[in-house]
């Protein structure tokens, strides 16, 4: 009966935990594993960092466009007007190039007055390699100029209706085996008729693009940018080249060689230039797979975690139902004590009433019989006390200074006689360097006949009792031994945990209640020592009280 209640209760805590538990955290981890398998698959860390890439390169440019009008207009608004004679213009575009160092030379045309107005930013003048430059781009200006200028002007024309009022056009060429970037404005100056064929022309100053225009985008587009993907100890690094070629022209402090991740080209005004991103020192797909590795470690790590909870639970569980059964078992065992020595008080002294016993030692017999039982009932029901005071934390001792080997003695002889009635060989050392110890009288009395009570229990046919009583490096021990069923080793620890008792059907068929061993344990702790047990089944057992001899006392009665 008991056997069944046990299976299916622990099946069903099983369950319980398996469904409360256990399943939604599989579940977890599984769909933790699986959304980590989808990432890896879809490479969608790696899609994430290219999106977040090239939206930056596209900031990059829109600024780009934004910073060269802001550029140019103010320039533009200060052109001469185009009927003003060449002198003058000469002079008005002297002074803008003065002005405005970002510019490097500057054209007005009008085809109508063959007007032809060029000039030269006075940091540029006695640069040769720029005169050179500057003067074949005039010269080709001037070469296509009559032809497309009314088309051009036509089409200026049309965009700045349009609300565009600049053209750019933006080329590589190379200069002494260096690759230089150079970008022109075109547009319609002030005075110029509706069909006239005149218009006029900015060039940026390469080096200006290259030394502080691109690298004041750069900085504005990285400082800009708050990462979601990564901290900010890493920001990726740019870089702008010409297309085909990676060697950077111009490239962010923390560009360390190589070819970007995502590559970009420059539209509009900017065309022809190609932009590069990338973190520096690792790829996009190692922050992939570093992302992965991580999430795996953190899932192992929280599986773990999971695992030993659900274990600790199933223990704690366990340990739980374990003590609701044997406290089941005790209720069972203790209303059986009590019963049995109640019966047999009340069949010897009803026997006694009727007064038929003539007898003398018979007469004897009974009244012995009734005080045994009685002092069973009274140690019995005093456990039962000691360890609800114990459970509750109210059990208190009473200290007082005590001479063992007495106490042990008179403990003994109250019992002595049902010993040996029980036909058991009784053999008592009682050492005599003992000093006096600090103990509850009444408390170490209770543990000894506990002790005793057990070995006379627990024996079969090789009967036996000893008890031992020495001194042993700074403590006093106590012994009784046996030569009873003794205890499997792997019970030996139990059986000093509340109600517990030996699994031994030879046990159950034994009165008990498993609380006199846990009460002795507690007992002795209580005085500062210890209890253990050392027995081997079929061959007895022996278990020793240790309790610690007060310092000051060592010397009193040396071993
Ligand atoms: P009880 O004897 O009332 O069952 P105890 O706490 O005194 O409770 O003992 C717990 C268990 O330890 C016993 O049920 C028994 O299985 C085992 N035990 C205790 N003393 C002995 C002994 N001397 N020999 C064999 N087994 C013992």
């Not at 695992?307 to 139902?321: A, C, H, K, Q, V």
């Amino acid at each position: 009966m008991s056997k069944k209640w046990k299976l299916t209760d622990r099946t069903r805590m099983l369950l319980q935990l398996e469904l409360a538990i256990t399943l939604p955290a599989v579940a977890l981890i599984g769909f933790g594993i699986w959304n980590l398998k989808n990432i890896q698959h879809d490479q969608f860390i790696e899609a994430a960092i290219q999106r977040e890439f090239r939206h930056m390169l596209q900031i990059a440019e829109k600024k780009s466009w934004m910073r060269v009008d802001d550029l140019v207009e103010p320039a533009v608004k200060e052109f001469p007007n185009i009927n003003e004679g060449e002198t003058q213009i000469k002079a008005d575009l002297d002074r803008i190039l003065r002005e405005h160092p970002e510019f490097a030379y500057a054209i007005v045309y009008d085809k109508n007055c063959h007007i032809l107005v060029s000039a030269i930013a006075p940091s540029r003048e006695h640069d040769e390699d720029f005169w050179e430059h500057a003067q074949e781009s005039i010269n080709s200006v001037t070469t296509w100029l009559p032809i497309e200028a009314p088309s051009m002007s036509e089409h200026l024309r049309m965009a700045a209706e349009k609300g565009d009022p600049y053209l750019f056009y933006g080329e590589w060429t190379t200069r002494h085996r260096h690759h230089v970037y150079s970008n022109m404005a075109y547009f319609l100056p002030p005075g110029v008729g509706k069909e006239e064929a005149a218009f006029a022309m900015l060039s940026f100053d390469e080096d200006y693009l290259r030394d502080t225009f691109f690298p004041g985008i750069i900085k504005d587009v990285l400082s800009s940018r708050t990462s979601r993907l990564k901290g900010d100890a890493s920001l990726p690094a740019i870089t702008l080249h010409r297309p085909m070629d990676p060697t950077p022209w111009v490239a962010s402090a923390n560009w360390d060689g190589g070819k970007g991740e995502v590559d970009y080209a420059f539209d509009d005004v900017f065309q022809g230039m190609v932009w590069s991103i990338k973190y520096p020192g690792t790829t996009i797909a190692d922050i992939g797979a570093r992302f992965l590795r991580y999430n795996y470690a953190i899932l192992g790590a929280l599986s773990l975690l999971m695992i030993g909870g659900i274990f600790l639970t199933y223990r704690n569980i366990s340990r739980e139902m374990n003590l609701a059964r044997l406290k089941s078992d005790f209720v069972a065992n203790v209303s059986h004590e009590l019963r049995t020595p109640l019966a047999l008080i009340r069949l010897y002294a009803e026997t006694l009433e009727l007064g038929r016993i003539t007898a003398k030692e018979k007469y004897h017999e009974y009244f012995r019989i009734i005080r045994e039982e009685s002092e069973r009932l009274t140690a019995l029901i005093n456990n039962i006390l000691d360890f609800s005071r114990i459970e509750a934390g109210r059990k208190e001792y009473e200290f007082k200074e005590t001479n063992l080997p007495e106490l042990v003695r008179s403990t003994l002889d109250s019992y002595r006689f049902q010993i040996e009635q029980n036909g058991f060989a009784f053999e008592e050392n009682i050492s005599r360097d003992i000093p006096p110890v600090s103990v509850d009288r009444e408390a170490i009395a209770r543990s000894l006949l506990n002790l005793v009570n057990n070995a006379l229990k627990y024996s079969k046919d090789n009967k036996f009792i000893g008890v031992n009583l020495y001194r042993s490096n700074g403590t006093i021990k106590l012994e009784v031994c046996d030569h009873g069923i003794g205890i499997p080793p792997a019970e030996q620890e139990k059986i000093f945990e509340k109600f517990y008792r030996c699994g031994d059907p030879l046990v159950h068929n034994i009165k008990g209640s498993g609380l006199g061993l846990s009460l002795v344990r507690h007992i002795v702790r209580a005085h500062g020592g210890e209890v253990h047990v050392e027995s081997s089944p079929d061959k007895g057992s022996k278990f020793t009280i240790a309790l610690p001899i007060d310092p000051a006392r060592m010397e009193a009665a040396p071993a």
